[in-house]
């Protein structure tokens, strides 16, 4: 596609449930990335991949987080046992190489939990 | 949409003057800078980069300038417009580090 596309846009979910956020990179784009952007902070790192690589997951708050990216393209980051802690904004990246010529972002995903 | 960052640091110009953010970096290895955009309901987009070995760059209406010596990078928005109210991040990269490193950043707000 044209850009990062990620879904939904806004999810809101109930304490204790688990969620799955889409990103869908642009085409041809070999490094994913996955940040949290919470109210009032900048954006925290959480994943990334590169090509075939196994995935840089440094960035995780907790083994509730995980993520994979299928094929090379499509990335799903899930979340389980959510916390109110967890909502924020999730925004997804993606580049031609590793962090050298700038991302460019979806709009993200924003995650309320109740 | 909602405002991100409700607690970030604020600058407020008036519409047609100059306006600098500032930014200050903490990895002196860093060797490339990256300025964002974000507007409200928005992922961040990209402005303009520099790498470690300039200490200015322009782009349209914007400017980059890079101080190593005290690890301080600034983005110069000239003639600024309604357009340019958003939260402005810097971004810090380490050659063969797998990731950008985002500042804080910095709301601007277009007085009209």
């Known amino acids: 596609g044209a850009g990062v596309s990620q879904s939904p846009s806004n999810k809101v979910t109930e304490k204790g449930k688990d969620v799955e956020l889409r990103c869908d990179p642009i085409?041809?784009?070999?490094?994913l990335y996955w940040y949290r952007q919470s109210l009032g902070q900048g954006l925290e790192f959480l994943i990334y991949?590169?090509?075939?690589?196994?995935?840089?997951k440094s960035g995780l708050p907790s083994d509730r987080f995980s993520a994979e990216r299928t094929g090379g393209s499509v990335s799903t980051l899930t979340i389980q046992r959510t916390q109110q802690e967890d909502s924020a904004v999730y925004l997804c990246?993606?580049?031609?190489?590793?962090?050298?010529?700038?991302?460019?972002f979806g709009s993200g995903t924003r995650l309320t939990v109740v | 949409g909602e405002s991100v960052g409700l607690h970030l640091p604020t600058l407020s110009v008036q519409e047609g003057d100059n306006s600098i953010i500032n930014c200050a970096y903490s990895?002196?290895?860093?060797?490339?800078f990256i300025w964002y955009k974000q507007e409200s309901g928005k992922g961040p987009q990209f402005i303009i980069d520099i790498r470690s070995n300039m200490d200015k760059r322009q782009g349209q209406r914007v400017t980059v300038l890079l101080n190593k010596t005290v690890k301080h990078l600034s983005l110069q928005i000239a003639a600024t417009q309604p357009g340019d109210s958003a939260v402005y991040f810097c971004?810090?990269?380490?050659?063969?580090?797998?990731?950008?490193?985002f500042g804080q950043g910095t709301r601007l707000t277009i007085n009209p």
């Open positions: 085409s041809g784009h070999t490094a």
């Open positions: 990246a993606s580049s031609l190489a590793q962090g050298r010529y700038g991302y460019t």
């Open positions: 991949f590169q090509g075939n690589s196994a995935p840089d």
């Open positions: 971004a810090e990269n380490t050659g063969g580090a797998q990731k950008l490193v």
């Open positions: 990895n002196s290895a860093s060797d490339y």
